[in-house]
């Protein structure tokens, strides 16, 4: 058996930037600055669109016109300014690829500017100004999403034509027509969807019940497996979250904690590192009012572009974090939150970018958590089974 010096987990599908991400080369910057302003102002409603280019001033024009007013020039390594109508952070010192996914991690895409920087995916521009240039950044073209024409008489360069031999089989269109590009961003940001993945949390301890909550039943089967009964018509896969010293009997998939002694956030955490691609769906074992309409409600408001999507609690008006769907981007936050001291999902939410709604009917989301509140939901139910008779 081979050593392997590092453990090996699974790593989110990123570009240099974003998951989503298009370089725009072939053209000036002038041009690529425009189309790109174009397509967020397009999007910008219901997509987070950044955008990536470089200064075009040299290092020598630039250091003519210091007049050391900047807390940068004095040795600063990090200048934060509030600009009233948004925020400017200057950063002096490495920037990486590393650095870039963890600030545009909150962003659906990224638009930049290639001819500075890379992405894992292109729009080209045939322009016959930029010619020269492009046949440069040749190798760092591979996968072209669509080609965009500055005048509609001029071919295809054979140059990519040698590169890409199927490259007449991509969608085109004028770089003039904006509302072409934007319509084929939107579209691939509709597609690229994360899948939606159930997680049933059962991995409590129960003390307050004095029992396993996710072994009780109040639908003639175990709590833990109804809840993942009602989410299997609805997710692409579906787990029960286990303590790794647990052993259930279960007719679905288990996914045991690797983060251990965290409770909720240790079991989300986890399924963010075994599918970190995935959205999850995540339902506690101690809610037996919940059904399959209250669920369906939930994922019919479901934002992307949030961190989760939760209900407000009917309690206390805070989200309810174990009744939510957290996005593919809540891994990085939860894992922020957890280096800050702080093990709580709610206060991500709390402190985050989510989109919160309010339950049609309220009492599914009643918690279950000691034995006197459990005696009460089960006369509940009865009577509700009496009057459906």
């Not at 939107?186 to 029992?211: C, D, I």
């Not at 075994?274 to 919940?290: G, R």
């Not at 994922?299 to 174990?322: D, G, Q, Y």
Request: proline content about 6%; overall charge neutral.
């Amino acid at each position: 058996m081979s050593h392997q010096k590092h453990a090996k987990i699974s790593r989110p599908a990123l570009g240099n930037f974003h998951r989503n991400e298009w370089a725009i080369l072939g053209t000036t910057c002038g041009k690529i600055k425009e189309l790109a302003n174009g397509v967020i102002a397009g999007l910008a409603e219901d997509w987070k669109i950044a955008y990536v280019d470089a200064d075009h001033k040299s290092a020598d024009e630039a250091a003519a016109q210091n007049t050391k007013s900047d807390a940068l020039d004095y040795g600063a390594r990090r200048v934060y300014t509030d600009k009233i109508s948004h925020h400017q952070f200057n950063w002096k010192g490495v920037f990486d690829k590393h650095q870039y996914r963890a600030q545009f991690a909150d962003q659906d895409a990224v638009l930049i500017n290639g001819n500075h920087f890379q992405a894992t995916r292109q729009i080209v521009v045939i322009d016959p100004v930029k010619e020269k240039s492009l046949k440069k950044r040749l190798d760092q073209i591979k996968q072209i999403d669509l080609l965009l024409f500055a005048d509609p008489q001029t071919p295809i360069f054979p140059f990519l034509k040698n590169q890409f031999p199927e490259i007449d089989r991509v969608p085109s269109a004028n770089l003039s027509d904006i509302g072409a590009v934007t319509d084929k961003i939107k579209n691939a940001l509709e597609e690229a969807l994360p899948p939606l993945y159930g997680l049933v949390l059962a991995g409590g301890k129960s003390q307050r019940m004095g029992q396993d909550k996710g072994a009780m039943e109040y639908h003639g089967k175990p709590q833990r497996e109804y809840m993942a009964d009602l989410l299997n018509d609805i997710c692409e896969q579906v787990y029960v979250s286990v303590r790794p010293e647990q052993n259930i009997e279960s007719n679905h998939h288990q996914l045991s904690d690797t983060f251990l002694g965290l409770g909720p956030l240790g079991g989300l955490l986890s399924a963010f590192r075994e599918k970190p691609d995935a959205a999850w769906l995540v339902v506690a074992c101690d809610l037996p009012l919940l059904d399959k309409a209250a669920i369906e409600e939930l994922v019919a408001a479901r934002n992307p572009s949030s961190i989760a999507t939760a209900f407000n609690s009917p309690v206390n008006e805070f989200p309810e974090p174990l009744i939510a769907i957290w996005e593919p981007r809540a891994y990085r936050v939860g894992l922020a939150f957890l280096a800050q001291g702080y093990s709580c999902p709610r206060k991500v939410l709390i402190n985050s970018e989510v989109s919160l709604i309010d339950a049609q009917r309220p009492e599914t989301l009643m918690n279950v958590n000691r034995p006197e509140e459990s005696e009460k939901v089960r006369k509940r139910l009865q009577q509700k089974s009496k009057n459906a008779v």
